[in-house]
């Protein structure tokens, strides 16, 4: 009855979209880790004290600082029929937890969506971004290009890319992002919940290959 699934997939893969439509279409909320951690932070609980702590000193913060925050969230009113969570677990440990926390709340981790694309066209969404220099009006050389290459559309000014927008340090994040997530996504082949859709394809259809995916896998 409480259906948990994890979503995957690297920065540029469009998780934050295909995140919103399945919540909608499966009346799950969408747990974000960063969201939640920001969240206890911000309202000075005691485990938004503990994790600030922590990365206060520049340290990770514990798994089970992570797991308590998680399990208090997926055990609201709200997460009765389950919830989709994102950014966690980033571990096979974490992943252990979760699926043990699934089970004890009457459910089960039934899937884990994977969201697929090549490097080569995540490099092409993610440094696509210009900026101008003026006021900071945004364009995107695939999706919002300027009339005149290199120029604002609206005053003229010079586009420019900041610096995480950058060929070099967009290449560097794919790296660290496929080196963390190796292991996770192993355990959840593994585990036969890993369920890889191909994301480099226009957003609705990358929506209707996820539900495709999860037929008969939800209670
Ligand atoms: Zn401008």
């Given at each position: 009855m409480r259906n948990f699934l994890v979503l995957l997939g690297p920065p540029g893969a469009g998780k934050g979209t295909q995140a919103s439509l399945l919540c909608a279409r499966l009346r799950v909320p969408h747990v974000s880790s960063g969201e939640l951690f920001r969240e206890h932070i911000r309202g000075k609980t005691d485990l938004g004290k503990h994790a600030q702590g922590y990365l206060g000193a520049g340290q990770l913060v514990p798994d089970e600082v992570t797991i308590a925050m998680i399990r208090e969230r997926v055990s609201q009113p709200d997460c009765s029929r389950g919830a989709l969570l994102d950014g966690?677990?980033?571990t096979p440990a974490q992943a252990e937890a979760f699926g043990k926390m699934a089970r004890d709340l009457?459910?089960?981790?039934r899937a884990v969506v994977y969201l697929r694309v090549a490097d080569a066209e995540l490099i092409e969404r993610l440094t696509g971004r210009w900026m101008c220099r003026a006021q900071g009006h945004i364009y995107h050389v695939q999706t919002h290009p300027p009339?005149?290459?290199?120029?604002?559309?609206?005053?003229g000014s010079e586009l420019v890319q900041r610096d995480d927008d950058k060929v070099e340090t967009v290449t560097r994040r794919l790296a660290v992002y496929h080196e963390q997530t190796a292991m996770l996504i192993d355990y959840y082949r593994n585990a036969g919940l890993l369920l890889e859709v191909d994301?480099?394809?226009?957003e609705a259809e990358v929506a209707e290959s996820i539900a495709a995916a999860l037929k008969g896998r939800l209670d």
């Open positions: 966690f677990p980033r009457g459910g089960d981790v009339k005149k290459a290199g120029h604002c559309d609206l005053d994301g480099a394809r226009p």
